[in-house]
């Protein structure tokens, strides 16, 4: 539940009875947006899956990379929350939080769902092929090798935003990390670390070319 001050809780492990998916979260979100003409952060964070870290790395993610990500300076916001995001994985808490000037900041409803519409496909397609396999690459050490990663990558988004759509590559390393997180599958945890380092190699290319 949450609290005044922002704070979600969420636990590391996902029981085998969860039903965890993108398609979920995404209705998690539409129904917080349903009747209001914005939303701000604080409820954004609210309608999260309250099981597992993953949908705190994937949902801001795929918002990024939807049209919403096209509003300038949006990518760098994103890359912060989730940056804050991935800072209290690494340090274990079971609570999620955003600093209240962050949490009160709104988003338009109708934008939203736009957005939601928009990563349909996407959803439907991470939650036919994506499912638990390996799943002990998801825990532990992996976990806050994961998080570590999505807290460099972040980094890359500010210089990123500078070039059109190249902040995609970051934040779909990113959205891979909280995927396999939520559904706790290892193989696309492996996946997500080759996105990393593909994404290491075009910044390079980019700002070295």
């Known amino acids: 539940m949450s609290d005044v001050t922002g704070e979600v809780r969420s636990g590391q492990v996902i029981e085998p009875h969860d039903e965890a998916s993108v398609g979920k979260t995404l209705d998690e979100l539409n129904d917080a947006a349903e009747g209001k003409p ?5 409820s954004i964070v609210r309608a999260f899956d309250t ?18 990500g096209g509003i300038p300076g949006v990518p760098t916001v994103i890359a912060i929350i ?18 209240g000037f ?44 994961a998080a570590l990663a999505c807290l460099a990558l972040t980094l890359t988004v500010p210089p990123l935003e500078l070039v059109p759509f190249a902040s995609t590559a970051p934040m779909a390393a990113i959205a891979a990390f909280g995927l396999a997180m939520m559904v706790r599958d290892g193989a696309l945890m492996i996946l997500a670390y080759a996105l990393t380092i593909l994404t290491a190699v075009i ?7």
């Open 102 to 145: 962050l949490a009160r900041q709104t988003l338009s409803s109708r934008k939203l769902r736009i957005a939601t519409d928009k990563l349909r496909p996407i959803a439907r397609f991470l939650d036919r092929w994506f499912h638990g396999r390996l799943a002990w690459l998801t825990e532990g050490v992996f976990l806050k090798g």
């Open 203 to 209: 910044g390079l290319t980019i700002w070295l070319g």
């Open 82 to 99: 989730i940056a804050l995001f991935a800072m209290q994985i690494l340090a274990g808490r079971q609570t999620m939080w955003l600093p």
């Open 38 to 42: 914005s939303l701000n952060l604080r």
């Open 51 to 68: 099981r597992s870290y993953g949908p705190f790395l994937l949902l801001p993610a795929l918002l990024e990379i939807s049209p919403i």
